[in-house]
């Protein structure tokens, strides 16, 4: 492969099935990753991070009651009439530039399939069998950079074509790498990976270095994820595959410049949503003068 290729039309998958127990009784009715940053959901703030770096095409592969994520990147003509009427034409652009920021591809999650964060893959793989890479992304982990994620791990691959993906890491405190898939590095070198352990104890923990969503795949791990058993809990679990395609096959990671911000849980999520508001420059301010009060 070219180096210097240029990738267009580039795809992506969301995984956004999951339940969002740790958030009821807010997400009874509506996926967790519909929840706001802000002023923009979850799975927006994704998107953009996608569209930024490149993608075209972003799968989105919802549960039952996805609807309303399909309904959020859809036109909404009672909406826009009604904002163009009353002549506000700023938020009738931002709600137009939702529907028209990239081509998505809805797909359902059927409730007889396994559960797992591997599962959302399996449902898409079809779709990007012909792609020569693709991006894959949880639906609850947000990154804050200047340079988009996605387009880091793009930038690593169009530098070692050879390699069959490129995942995301993040330095975390050792005191919560119970928490998250770890991983391990092959001996002699700095960012080649051997696997991922997932949650594993402090004392046997490889590294403090987290695998969160965010991953570039060629379609090597495709025939991976198509055979993947069921594994912890009788899921499918993307580590699992990342394991075996690394014994297999050349991957790298990549230790993200910028913040990655999990919002799998309501004090994270709550920490997102400060992270982002206080880099606002129309709340910013107010919100830090607010937060000093509270704490004095």
């Not at 039952?64 to 002549?87: R, T, V």
């Not at 797992?116 to 894959?136: H, M, Q, W």
Request: charge should be negative.
């Amino acid at each position: 492969m070219n180096k210097d290729k240029e990738y267009k039309n580039l795809k992506a998958i969301i995984a956004a099935g999951g339940m969002g127990t740790r958030f009821l009784t807010a997400t009874k009715v509506i996926p967790k990753e519909i929840l706001p940053i802000v002023d923009k959901p979850i799975i927006q703030v994704l998107s953009e991070e996608l569209v930024e770096s490149g993608v075209t095409d972003i799968i989105l592969v919802t549960r039952k009651g996805g609807q309303s994520i399909e309904n959020h990147f859809d036109s909404n003509f009672e909406l826009e009439f009604e904002l163009e009427k009353l002549g506000k034409k700023d938020l009738l652009e931002k709600v137009l530039e939702t529907s028209k920021m990239a081509n998505f591809i809805n797909l359902r999650q059927k409730k007889f399939m396994p559960y797992g964060n591997a599962t959302p893959l399996r449902i898409a793989s079809e779709l990007v069998k012909n792609d020569e890479i693709f991006f894959y992304l949880y639906g609850d982990d947000i990154t804050m950079s200047e340079i988009p994620v996605c387009q880091q791990l793009l930038d690593v691959y169009q530098k070692n074509p050879d390699v069959a993906g490129v995942i995301a890491v993040k330095e975390i405190d050792r005191n919560l790498v119970s928490k998250y898939g770890i991983v391990k590095v092959m001996d002699g070198t700095k960012n080649v990976l051997e696997k991922i352990v997932e949650k594993p104890s402090i004392e046997d923990a490889p590294s403090n270095l987290v695998s969160f969503g965010r991953f570039l795949f060629t379609p090597k791990i495709l025939p991976i994820i198509d055979k993947l058993k069921e594994g912890k809990n009788d899921e499918l679990w993307l580590v699992d595959a990342v394991s075996i395609l690394a014994k297999e096959e050349k991957v790298l990671i990549h230790n993200i410049e910028g913040k990655w911000l999990t919002t799998g849980d309501p004090l994270n999520f709550l920490k997102a949503n400060l992270e982002f508001a206080i880099k606002r420059k129309d709340i910013g301010d107010d919100l830090k003068d607010y937060i000093k009060k509270l704490l004095d």
